[in-house]
């Protein structure tokens, strides 16, 4: 199997299956208990999150950790609109190509009567510092842009946006979901208030995230119980995934640019590739994206489809994100960039890691390629448009 699905989880590395099987057999005491065990887990616990912490540039004390990017987004938009509303600041404004966790976020607190406003991005997918100025009220609370988005794979101006924040004293929440352990992140450097990662995409564990939160923001609990996480986040905490999450962010870290070297080289013979496919587009800009994501469409045939023959060739690809998947809709993030519904429905996410080879490019390639004429073949909308019934869209 070729695994080209890195955007929607990657395989558990192997150091950090070595920590966590470490943690389990001899870390496996309560973190909260007084005894030596106990005390021995505590150590562990923090010296995860020393880790994290040192990997983002922030401090220990301004790491939380969760269950994973979801609730790192969650808890985030809560605490930094409940703390608007103290102010008496009901709006916030993020964009249209934000993960379902920070949308649907969002459109909970519409239904408790805040204001949001979703700055649109342009046709590659970047949103404009500009727009996120002029969408800036009296009354804004938070700002919350994505690092990088998980379907199109580009980068936002985090930096600046973040810098604009600073000045205005609004909060700013990224999800860094998709960037941590593949960009460079300094959250001093950028001005970022709040940010979310999660283990599991960048070869760490599932089910296991953390939330930065500068020092002096107050969090609101999502989970009420004991005073683990300095009383933000009740539970006894999964100290194997923790620590796993911590090895897997060191590695991913120490390697980055020879990762990102490896992976950026395999994703543009992959785009150069693809891009032959007759009526084929790449979505997203070109250069400011991942350095693994790929994702094209190619008009006059079911994305899914292609995914499903793709899979029969042995190839794990995605149509989109997996959390859409199943749905019919086509993605917010492709009718964000402007594709008209029925190009949307046409799309393909390979997405890479240095796990990939240049050989399994190759074959990613030619199965494509054989897959989408094959398909085009059977297409009554492709063959309306080779007889010009009907009009190309993507040229
Ligand atoms: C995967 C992902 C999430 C959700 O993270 P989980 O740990 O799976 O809850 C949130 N945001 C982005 C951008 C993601 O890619």
């Given at each position: 199997?070729?695994?080209?699905?890195?955007?929607?989880?990657?395989?558990?590395?192997?150091?950090?299956?070595?920590?966590?099987?470490?943690?389990?057999?001899?870390?496996?005491?309560?973190?909260?208990?007084?005894?030596?065990?106990?005390?021995?887990?505590?150590?562990?616990?923090?010296?995860?999150?020393?880790?994290?912490?040192?990997?983002?540039?922030?401090?220990?004390?301004?790491?939380?950790?969760?269950?994973?990017?979801?609730?790192?987004?969650?808890?985030a938009?809560?605490?930094?609109?409940?703390?608007?509303?103290?102010?008496?600041?009901?709006?916030?404004?993020?964009?249209?190509?934000?993960?379902?966790?920070?949308?649907?976020?969002?459109?909970?607190?519409?239904?408790?009567?805040?204001?949001?406003?979703?700055?649109?991005?342009?046709?590659?997918?970047?949103?404009?510092?500009?727009?996120?100025?002029?969408?800036?009220?009296?009354d804004?609370?938070?700002?919350?842009?994505?690092?990088?988005?998980?379907?199109i794979?580009?980068?936002?101006?985090?930096?600046?946006?973040?810098?604009?924040?600073?000045?205005?004293?609004?909060?700013?929440?990224?999800?860094?979901v998709?960037?941590?352990?593949?960009?460079?992140?300094?959250?001093?450097?950028?001005?970022?208030?709040?940010?979310?990662?999660?283990?599991?995409?960048?070869?760490?564990?599932?089910?296991?995230?953390?939330?930065?939160?500068?020092?002096?923001?107050?969090l609101?609990?999502?989970?009420?119980?004991?005073?683990?996480?300095?009383?933000?986040?009740?539970?006894t905490?999964?100290?194997?995934?923790?620590?796993?999450?911590?090895?897997?962010?060191e590695?991913?870290?120490?390697?980055?640019?020879k990762?990102?070297?490896y992976?950026?080289?395999?994703?543009?013979?992959?785009?150069?590739?693809?891009?032959r496919?007759?009526?084929?587009?790449l979505?997203?800009?070109?250069?400011?994206?991942?350095?693994?994501?790929?994702?094209?469409?190619?008009?006059?045939?079911?994305?899914?489809?292609?995914l499903?023959?793709l899979?029969?060739?042995?190839?794990?690809?995605?149509?989109?994100?997996?959390?859409?998947?199943?749905?019919?809709?086509?993605?917010?993030?492709?009718?964000?960039?402007?594709?008209?519904?029925e190009?949307?429905?046409?799309?393909?996410?390979?997405?890479?890691?240095?796990?990939?080879?240049?050989?399994?490019?190759?074959?990613?390639?030619?199965?494509?390629?054989?897959?989408?004429?094959?398909?085009?073949?059977?297409?009554p909308?492709?063959?309306?448009?080779?007889?010009?019934?009907?009009?190309?869209?993507?040229?």
């Amino acid at each position: 199997m070729i695994y080209a699905d890195h955007a929607a989880t990657t395989k558990i590395s192997t150091a950090a299956r070595d920590t966590m099987l470490q943690t389990m057999d001899q870390f496996w005491g309560n973190p909260s208990s007084l005894h030596t065990l106990g005390q021995k887990a505590q150590e562990v616990l923090q010296a995860s999150r020393s880790t994290v912490a040192r990997l983002i540039g922030a401090n220990m004390k301004e790491i939380y950790f969760t269950s994973g990017g979801s609730e790192a987004d969650n808890q985030a938009i809560y605490s930094a609109a409940f703390l608007g509303a103290k102010k008496g600041k009901r709006h916030i404004i993020s964009t249209t190509i934000e993960h379902h966790a920070v949308l649907h976020s969002l459109e909970a607190l519409k239904r408790q009567g805040y204001d949001i406003t979703l700055v649109p991005v342009d046709e590659s997918g970047i949103v404009k510092v500009d727009d996120v100025v002029a969408a800036i009220r009296e009354d804004t609370a938070l700002v919350t842009v994505m690092f990088a988005n998980n379907e199109i794979g580009t980068i936002q101006p985090i930096g600046e946006i973040g810098a604009l924040c600073r000045a205005r004293g609004i909060l700013f929440h990224t999800d860094a979901v998709q960037a941590a352990g593949h960009l460079h992140i300094d959250v001093k450097d950028m001005n970022i208030d709040l940010l979310s990662l999660s283990g599991h995409k960048f070869h760490g564990p599932r089910g296991v995230g953390a939330l930065y939160a500068r020092s002096g923001i107050p969090l609101t609990s999502l989970i009420e119980g004991g005073a683990q996480e300095r009383g933000k986040r009740a539970g006894t905490e999964d100290l194997p995934a923790i620590a796993g999450m911590a090895t897997a962010l060191e590695e991913a870290c120490r390697d980055l640019e020879k990762n990102t070297d490896y992976v950026r080289n395999l994703r543009d013979t992959l785009i150069a590739g693809l891009s032959r496919i007759s009526h084929s587009a790449l979505n997203g800009d070109s250069t400011r994206r991942l350095p693994g994501n790929v994702n094209f469409c190619f008009e006059g045939i079911e994305g899914e489809a292609l995914l499903l023959l793709l899979n029969a060739k042995g190839i794990a690809a995605s149509s989109g994100s997996a959390c859409t998947s199943g749905s019919l809709d086509p993605s917010h993030v492709l009718l964000a960039i402007g594709r008209p519904h029925e190009v949307a429905h046409g799309s393909l996410r390979l997405s890479l890691s240095e796990h990939n080879t240049p050989e399994e490019v190759e074959t990613m390639i030619s199965a494509v390629a054989e897959t989408v004429t094959y398909l085009r073949n059977m297409s009554p909308v492709w063959s309306a448009l080779l007889k010009g019934e009907k009009n190309y869209v993507i040229q």
